[in-house]
């Protein structure tokens, strides 16, 4: 099992222990605001368990059906979660209207808030290690994850504070508008989710600044060679694609162009992780005069 298939593992055990506290603490206090949480906790769980099978199966090598692996595999998970926290908004929203219109008074609030205050840390400590170790292994779905608990303690935060509202003031109505407050930012959260997994889906390209490092790479280690053109790069989990044409003497020999093109490969792949790189050689009457000039 890969490491991100544990750290997702881990997810779904933590995810389980956070969802029976906010579950209690909603039980004990009938909170709209604190069902708000425990909703979003269930969706926790099950996109833990989505990205779990998501990175079981992304870590799979590459073979005769898949010859470019199946690193998508994450980004399907990531969709999939974004659009389990947009049925949770929607969840909460009705939820709330259902407690504005038939308001009733807290119930144990303090008892309530200690333990939706301890799923809150356990979630904040964990949205931490998804996230950075998500980065760290270039995992889509763990960084997803990571994101969608960090919105969560947000969330968790302004709901224990509106609760204590609630209690200060007693005005019952705080506690629907609270969660329905919750609910539209949860909302957003999922939106974005979803947009980003969907650039992956469709092979969007990485951050400006990736390409212009590799187009400076090239550069530098590019000599003996004219020009390196129609370079493209996309994203497909773990790895990026980049592919160009390069522009080398028509005397040359198939040698010393070879030579060129593994001192370029050797420093691309030191300095971009998960690279994963296709030359096209070309001979000088195939240049363009564009893309990355070389002397």
Known sequence: M??????????????????????????????AALFSDAAESVVNVAAAVVAFLALRFAAKPADANHPYGHDK???FAAVIEGMLIVLASVLILHHAWDVYLHPAPLTAPFEGMALNALSTALNAGWAWVLYTRGKALRSTALRADGRHLAADVVTSLGVLTGVGLVVATGLPWLDPLLAAATALYILISGIRVVGESVGGLMDAAPPDAVIAQVHRIVEAYGTGALEAHDLRMRHAGRLTFLDFHLVVPGAMTVFDAHTICDRIEAALKREVAGLMITIHVEPEAKAKHEGVILH
């Open 2 to 31: 890969s490491t991100a298939a544990r750290i997702a593992g881990g997810s779904i055990v933590l995810g389980v222990a956070v969802l029976g506290l906010k579950a209690a603490a909603w039980g004990l206090t009938g909170s």
């Open 73 to 75: 595999a994450e980004f």
